[in-house]
Structures are given as C-alpha cells and as structure tokens.
C-alpha cells in the first residue's frame, strides 16, 4: 500500500489531497493543528500528526513519529496568504512578514532535512504547493505582494533542493492551484478581465499535459485542481 503525508491537511488543498489519497486506497498521514481538524481528518482514515509548522518541537517531533516509514509522497501544503492589501504603496508590518515568510518559507527550508530520509527508501516524491503568484516572469499585477514574495521564495528553496539532492535522482515537484481551485484563486480570476482570463485558461490546459499527475500520483479530482508551477 502506498503512503502519502499531507503537511497542512486541515482545510482546502490539503484536505483534498488527504480525501483523494485515502479514497484511492492510499495509507494517508495527515498533520493538523485543531482539535476538530484531528477528528475530521481520523474520521476520514487517515492517521493524525500534530504540526504547527512554526513550533521547532513539532518539526522535531515529525521525524521520530514518522521513523521506519517509507513515504511514497509527501506534499508541503502548510502556508498561509497574509495581508490582502499588501501591494508597493502599502508595504507589510513587521508581524505580517514575519508569519508570512515563516511560514511559507521557513518553514519549508526546515522541514526539508526531516523529509528526505522519509522519501528516499522508496524514491519518493517532495511536492509544494506553490503558487503562479511567486513566478517572477509571470508577474502581471502588484496585489498580494508579500504572498508574491514568499511564494517566490518558496519556489527557490524547492530549486535549491532539487539541484543539491540531483544525484540521488528523487522526484522533486513544484504544484499550483488552478486559478478558481481554492478562495485565492477565485478572487484572482474576478480582478481579470475576461481575454487575460481564457488566455490563462489555455496556457493552463497546456501545462496540464506534462507530467505533474504521474509524479505525485494524482488522483483524478485532485489533479484537475492543481498543475506543474513556476
């Protein structure tokens, strides 16, 4: 039986991943923060871990719960969007960037050491969930500017690992959700106007045929909401 671990399985993406995972016969680890988001997620099949992504102990604790444990794909989901009207003109707090890029970047950098002796016994794959905000060459707009910055950043520490971790020759991906997949998205496509949105539309249809889905061995559902990034 495959496994797969969702890191950030509480809401939205991840809870997706974890359903579609379990449905397809997968054995599912699934970290939370909630109480009631532990209860859901058990109530699914899936096992439990506690994580708070910003807490060293739990990052820490990962590895021990995890130990002996072949990952077949590990999915780094855990982030969070930050201020909404984070834009040039209007530049974040200094709380704001500090849970933003913890979070999002951080976070990842220090998860990634507790991941690869998960993944490697079975030539697993690393994901993150990244997002066409952090693209640089495809930057059409200033809004969400430190969402745009950590997700940027995040995309860098994903290339960093991947050529550092070359020779042992793992899959490594880069996901997104498709404009409209999760409430970011669909305050996205409702700033565009409707050219920009089918000229979107058909780059993603493009994109949707290389091999994302094979490398984190997508469940159907779950495959038609994200697609290879940046």
């Given amino acids: 039986m495959p496994t797969a671990l969702v890191l950030g399985a509480s809401r939205g993406l991840g809870l997706e991943f974890a359903k579609q995972y379990l449905a397809d016969g997968w054995r599912v680890y699934a970290t939370h923060r909630a109480e009631a988001d532990r209860v859901r997620l058990r109530d699914l099949g899936a096992q439990t871990l506690a994580l708070d992504v910003l807490a060293a102990d739990d990052l820490a604790g990962l590895a021990w719960q995890l130990e002996g444990e072949r990952i077949d794909v590990a999915v780094v989901n855990a982030g969070v969007y930050g201020p909404r009207d984070s834009h040039p003109q209007h530049p974040p707090t200094n709380g704001e960037f500090d849970l933003v890029m913890h979070t999002n970047v951080l976070a990842p950098m220090r998860l990634l050491p507790r991941l690869a002796p998960l993944i490697g016994p079975a030539r697993g794959t690393l994901a993150f969930m990244s997002s066409r905000m952090g693209s ?21 520490v994903a290339r960093a690992r991947a050529r550092r971790a070359g020779r042992a020759r793992r899959a490594r991906a880069r996901a997104a959700p498709g404009v409209g997949a999760h ?18 539309a058909a780059r993603d249809r493009r994109r949707g045929r290389i091999p994302g889905r094979r490398l984190l061995r997508l469940p159907r559902a779950v495959a038609r909401m994200v697609r290879p990034c940046c």
Avoid at 136 to 156: C, D, P, W
Wanted: glycine share 18%; hydrophobic share 30%.
């Fill in 183 to 200: 409430r970011h998205g669909r305050a996205q496509r409702r700033r565009r106007g409707a050219g920009e949105r089918g000229r979107h």
């Fill in 136 to 156: 640089i060459s495809a930057t059409g707009a200033g809004h969400g500017m430190l969402y745009r910055v950590s997700k940027a950043a995040e995309n860098m």
